[in-house]
């Protein structure tokens, strides 16, 4: 290979460069200087699929590239390609890891089919602001849940053996994207290295256990240098520590970006740089195909950091298999014969029905009976709007909106809109009102509209727009049962809502069966059984609000009301609690935790610990439980969070039947991280927490002796 050629493979060009099947000289290539040559020796393509397109575009490009390396082709394929199913954050909210994994095996099978080789997920940053738009793609807020979705995802993309059917995984975004202050997008992170290593880490470190093939940059400054030129995180931490050996490729334009943060003179310099810190792919800044040459010609180092990145990127191809076949098997008909499935669409509705949060359900209104005369009103109710963002290439026309199911499982079902998601019409809210006053039960579907969700869709008020709580004022006047169905990417501020609405489910962005989903928990067939992996706060004021906090030196008591003494960690105006906690969620059953027991109450280091929980059902109803296992290390190094989740089961219980849970422990649970930086698992007592969210805990004491 020449040096331009293995430049060549360094670099990621956007899907405009290739009309429909051959490269082409428009706009993007004029305005970078970029010539033909350089498209056809260029290693990778995102954003094309389609097994038509991505043949014709492999074919010509084969027949001008030199050496016949094939083009790889990437997207961003984050809960599914056609068959949608519930954003990452509802996943998390299952607290179910096998629906992760078959979620991200479906999405393979269909991306894989449509040409893509590398999806750029799972996304598992960890996140506690809810104004940042893209904690609709995580898992939330705790570093566990976030670790175990991140295996289940990495390995439901890959497979066993990155089959035909699976595809590379991107884990992103290196590193702590979900930490911006502010919760403005693209903003600053500045948190300690220890923070970093014992909160935001944790999910990738698995992610990397779980053999994710390739690692994207992220846009953001970490210990006061870009993600993307930050040599300490890249080579120090990812490479040596964590022992990554796959492919390193750079967010969108974040090389370039380097100039604009001000650690770049300029697009040389900051080729160099990213270079240095180990990042093979440049996505669409150019900086390595316009500048790296001139680096390559000057010295040896540079060479050898070019030959190392093409060698990691030539071997993923060998991975996929692309050079026994460029094309890896797809064909229109396979395509064809693997999109939309029944049997997927099946399993993204079961996923769905496993997602929904039901947070509030006074006098057990729900689930309601198929002959409730309902009007169903609300911005939300009547559009196929309902996927969500990073949703690829579902198609919201071909999308259920919830009033059409709705109208299959109840017989009286009225309809208005009541209001748009921002903007109250007068008429359209008299004849919601007129509609409502008609029926025996109100369910309005509100929320935001899924393009407030995602990149680029930070929030300053988490409040739901104004014309919307007028609607539900309105609403409430009429003294019936109110059921408020919530589509969001993230969590709200539903303080004043909670006042009013008799019943509150989330149903996040529920996905292509979405509509079904929520008909079901609504009319009974399905319990409701999801459990929220984000803390939904009572105002703006308390954000950051997470439950894994640390005590400080001066805690509320738990009677906080008594609390005489001023000077305790709390605001004069707000309480320290959130509206609903990490980790909660009702049920249509009546599942009570019984017994929790240690088959040990003190053990060494090696030692394993069983926890022994009875959980019970005193009701008609089959339900489903997620048993939380949580641990607090009364001593430390460094503070120790006043709770943290290390392990969790969701469970089946049957009517009036009580189950037996067990966790089986072992100290490196207990692990944390020291000032030294150290992973230690110190000596001890430790407080062990069980129940069915976060709150509400049954406490055993351990002690771990040395
Ligand atoms: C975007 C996102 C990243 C995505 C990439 C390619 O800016 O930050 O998550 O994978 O560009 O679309």
Known sequence: MTVEEKIGQLLQLSADFFDDGKAVITGPMTQHKISLETVYNAGSVLGISGAKKVRRIQKDYLEHNRLKIPLLFMADIVHGYQTIFPIPLALGATFDSSTVKEVSKISALEASAGGIHVTFAPMVDLVRDPRWGRVMESAGEDPYLNSVMAEASVKGFQGDHLSLENVASCVKHFAAYGAPEAGREYNTVDISEWRFREQYLPAYTKAIESQALLVMTSFNVLFGVPATANRHLMRDILRQELKFKGVLISDWDAIGELVVHGVAGDLRHAADLALEAGVDIDMVSFAYAQYLIHSAKLNRKTEQLINEATLRILELKDKLGLFEDPYRGISEEREFAVLKLPENMTKAQHAAEKSMVLLKNQDNILPLNKHTKLAVIGPAANTGEILGSWSWQGNPDETEPYLSALLRHFEYVNYAKGSGYHNLDPEELKKAVEVSYRADVIVAFLGLPQSESGEATSISDLHLPIEQRKLVSKLAALNKPLIIVINTGRPLILTDLEKMATAILISWFPGSRGAEAVSNILDGTV????????????????????????????????????????????????????????????????????????????????????????????????????????????IGDTVRPIKQLIEFHRVNVPANKTVTVTFNISTRKFVSIHADLRKKIDSGKYKIMVGLDSQDLTTRYLFVKN
């Open 527 to 634: 319990s409701p059984s999801g459990k929220l992996p984000m803390t939904f706060p009572r105002s703006m004021g308390q954000i950051p609000i997470y439950y894994n906090s640390y005590i400080t030196g001066r805690p509320i008591s738990e009677s906080s009301a008594n609390d005489s003494n001023h000077y305790l960690s709390k605001y004069i105006d707000e309480s320290n609690d959130p509206l609903y906690p990490f980790g909660f969620g009702l049920t249509y059953a009546n599942l009570n935790l019984k017994s929790v027991s240690l088959d040990k109450n003190q053990i060494y280091r090696d030692d394993n610990l069983k926890i022994i929980s009875k959980v019970e059902n005193s009701s008609n109803r089959d339900g489903v439980a997620v048993v939380q296992c949580y641990v607090h290390q009364e």
